[in-house]
């Protein structure tokens, strides 16, 4: 998806100083990486923080980066993955009591997700629909454990292949699978429980 | 899960083909063998099901819009450079705005552009708050050695003028380090009578609590509430608890006499050694 030899040079030049390279580089990334903290963090509000904080880090690295140890896009993504943990470490006390509220309702009645879809009744047109069917995935998604949400995204989203995402992981190719499995299996279940109360 | 085998299908290796087969990778024998055990197997069964079904719910999730800000603010952040032609390049992605910058912006972006990396550098919190420190501790140490800024004005930079000055300023440090050196002097002979005047007067032993008097223990007082919790401090900590308190407090002046007698069994024979080591002594005991 990169050409090696166009990054690698882009990023010399980006180091040597030059701040059209670097622009290039955040007119090139911005997009994947605001779209990977968004899908993990929920908010658009955090995810454009994240964002901001990620090509910071980036470009106070950028001469650490080594195109023969991999392709920049998992250098980009490992950057990003690591922030979202550690925004994830800084904001679990918040977090503990968001999930048990939620843990609560989905075993009650998984309310907050099918009040999502509203009015089931009267069909609106296909985009409104779309929309709203995405909005509820991505409750749902925000609702898996780190680990799972994480996989899927670089998956399913991100459509990195299993040695990237394991590269990014830190953990065997068997134990990425393993999880994007489980994690789609999860929020499948999740789903089902929440479109069999609206439907 | 159940280690079972079916249809040539092992129920544990089941996660990794599930993957292969979702890909499209796997083919043929495997695949039939595959879906074979999909069908009898009443674990992996219903979970081919649902991750199949979690892969197409999560297609449902395009790519999002990032907010037109997001590269502004990245690069003001990173390269400090706000300039009028990325605002231009943000407006005019947005379609909001036929505004084309003057040559006065032009050149001012450019001239950024030239000086961002540096200044980039600079502006991060850590290296700003160096420079400051630097810039502070190199201003002070100036006024010490008696620099004005008003004198930077007439400096000369011929090479003579700068050897000139070179030693100058090095005559200036010496004399202020020999004045230092003065002042410790005469102060440390002044200590030094007033040692040899006082014990001769308290040298009979029942007169040694006047050391208590003496501003030189103050220091050695002071210390002791610093650097160890000694029994005045644990009963105050623990006041509210009984009337033994107040008893512990009246032994407070009791505590001090003993004090004073231990540092007299500790130099019964030199009373000219320095109070100090007194002090250092008995805070190890
Ligand atoms: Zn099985």
Known sequence: MEDVQVVAMLVRRCVAGDAAAWEEIVQTYNRRIYNICYRFAGSA???????????????????????????????VTTITRNLLVDHFRKTKQDRITDSLDAATSAHEDALPLSEQIQDQSAPPDARV????????????????????REAVILRDLQDLDYREIATVLKVPEGTVKSRINRGRAELARLLQRTYRQVM | MPDKTSNGVQCHEFDTLLSDA???????????????????????????AEVQAGRNW?????????????????????????????????????GASSFSPSWWERAQAHISGAIQPIWGTVRQPRFAMSFGMAFFSLSVALSVLGVKPADLRSISLRPAAIRHTYYNTQARVVRYYENIRFVYEVESRVRELKRNVVPAEAAPAGEKKDHKNDTTQ??????????????????????????????SLNHDPLNQ????????????????LPVVSVTTYRRFV
């Open chain 2, 257 to 272: 006499d003993s004090l004073n007698l231990d540092q007299r069994d500790q130099d019964p024979l030199n009373q000219d």
């Open chain 2, 22 to 48: 979702l890909d499209g990778v796997l083919t043929g024998v495997q695949l039939d063998a595959f879906h074979a055990h999909t069908r009898t197997c009443s674990v992996c069964g219903p979970l081919f």
């Open chain 1, 45 to 75: 509000d955090d995810a454009e923080d994240l964002a901001q904080e990620v090509f910071i880090k980036m470009y106070r690295t950028l001469a650490s980066y080594d195109s023969s140890k991999g392709a920049f896009v998992t250098w």
């Open chain 1, 129 to 148: 629909r779309s929309r709203e069917v995405g909005e509820t995935v991505h409750a749902a998604l925000a609702r898996l454990s780190p680990e799972l």
């Open chain 2, 218 to 247: 103050q220091p050695e007082q002071k210390q002791d509430r610093n650097y160890s919790q000694n029994d005045t401090h644990l009963i105050l900590a623990c006041a509210p608890l009984g009337p033994s308190v107040f008893d």
């Open chain 2, 58 to 94: 999560l297609k449902d999730l395009t790519e999002v819009e990032p907010p037109a800000s997001l590269v502004t603010n990245i690069l003001a952040s990173t390269t400090g450079v706000d300039t009028q032609r990325l605002r231009v390049n943000v407006s005019a992605s947005q």
